[in-house]
């Protein structure tokens, strides 16, 4: 059930196509103060568009996206949003990448580059300041993509499938990394992810997506107990969360 007063993002019935292709036939979805939400669903029903109708880049054909209380169809600017495909800009070292956000608001580069530099020690990214993204890690890419984002806007988050590029153990590692962070800052998360794993790992709740048209399968609340460490993994709680979500999912 949620917490009305809590509500920060309400997605109320959105329907979208482009053209004849019908993606989304009614998405209802609420994300409240400093929960982590994940969608999941198959490849192509729809869950970047989602993304792109409540960061106001794509207008919803029906339904409304409410950001504390405030319709937001078609308006751009209150939530930060990691893309899927989020690349750093190869030419610019990683201080410089992670300061765009700041410079679009106005800040001066200097004081845009002293912000960013109070951020690099948690984002695991000190001493890189001056590093061009082909001298990082796949990990640290990430990192630097989420410092981003979070410059842009720190208490609302939209995070695309941010580890999909990933392997495996540098994934859990990020997960965990993403955990701990997200613990201090605060912040309100709608995540993007196809590995239920992940999901239930991270999420207070998580959204199942039919294939397209997109309609909500399934709402699992995830009552594992916070602060979670890497062997929630393994608890019976955590299984048997995924034996539900398998149950709707084949
Ligand atoms: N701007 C657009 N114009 C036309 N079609 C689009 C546009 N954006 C997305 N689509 C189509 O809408 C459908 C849903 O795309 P979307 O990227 O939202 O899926 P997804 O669930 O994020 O997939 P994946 O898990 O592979 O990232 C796809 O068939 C895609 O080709
Ligand atoms: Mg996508």
Redesign the pocket.
């Known amino acids: 059930m949620n917490n009305q007063e809590n509500i920060l993002i309400e997605v109320k019935n959105i329907k979208k196509s482009?053209?004849d292709?019908y993606?989304l036939k009614d998405i209802s979805i609420v994300l409240e103060k400093n929960h982590f939400v994940s969608i999941v669903?198959p490849?192509?029903?729809?869950?970047?568009?989602?993304f792109d109708v409540i960061a106001g880049l794509e207008k919803p054909d029906r339904g409304n996206v409410f950001i504390e209380g405030k319709n937001h169809n078609g308006k751009t600017g209150r939530v930060s949003y990691m893309h899927?495909k989020d690349l750093l800009f190869p030419w610019s070292n990683i201080i410089d990448n992670v300061c765009v956000p700041l410079l679009i608001k106005g800040y001066k580069k200097k004081d845009a580059a002293n912000i960013a530099a109070k951020h690099f020690a948690a984002f695991g990214l000190e001493g890189f300041e001056k590093r061009y993204p082909s001298q990082l890690s796949g990990g640290m890419r990430q990192r630097a993509a989420l410092l981003r984002t979070y410059l842009f806007a720190d208490d609302i988050m939209l995070l695309d499938?941010p580890f999909a590029s990933l392997d495996s153990i540098t994934r859990k590692k990020m997960q965990l990394w993403l955990l701990k962070i997200w613990e201090q800052i605060n912040a309100s998360i709608f995540f993007?992810t196809?590995d239920i794993d992940e999901a239930i790992f991270l999420s207070d709740r998580i959204y199942l997506l039919s294939p397209?048209p997109a309609t909500v399968k399934g709402i699992f609340d995830i009552d594992i107990q916070r602060p979670r460490g890497s062997t929630v993994f393994t608890s019976e709680k955590f299984n048997h969360i995924k034996e539900e979500i398998f149950k709707l999912l084949y």
Not at 43 to 50: A, E, H, M, P, V
């Open positions: 482009f053209g292709l993606t669903g490849s192509g029903c729809g869950k970047s568009t989602l899927q499938e993007i196809h397209r």
